[in-house]
């Protein structure tokens, strides 16, 4: 375990968290916009550009932080795990001749 990747988590969190309320800022904002403001148009393209602008600092946090991701995953699969089963042996089956 690298002692970084719980600063990397809480991060990730944060960053996560923050999208999902500015997307949701995003759909209120383009449901308010009038009926006429299409993609395109100069009022859906500047409130979506505003929302990319508040958006892209997190997104950022994903990219410089989002392979802690890949590196808990690795650890993961090759630590052994005190919590693991230890693999019971196979049963041993007896041949009919010898009953």
Do not use: C
């Not at 990397?8 to 997307?23: I, K, M």
């Not at 995953?73 to 693999?87: D, E, G, H, I």
Request: net charge negative.
């Amino acid at each position: 375990m690298q002692s970084r990747w719980v600063y990397q988590l809480g991060v990730l969190h944060a960053a996560l968290d923050r999208l999902d309320e500015l997307h949701e800022q995003w759909l209120e904002a383009r449901d308010s916009l009038p009926a006429t403001a299409k993609p395109g148009t100069a009022a859906f393209d500047d409130a979506l550009a505003e929302h990319h602008a508040e958006s892209w600092s997190y997104l950022d946090d994903w990219a410089t932080h989002g392979k802690a991701l890949r590196e808990i995953n690795s650890a993961a699969r090759t630590a052994r795990s005190p919590l693991a089963p230890v693999p019971a042996p196979a049963p041993v089956r007896r041949s009919a001749a010898l009953k």
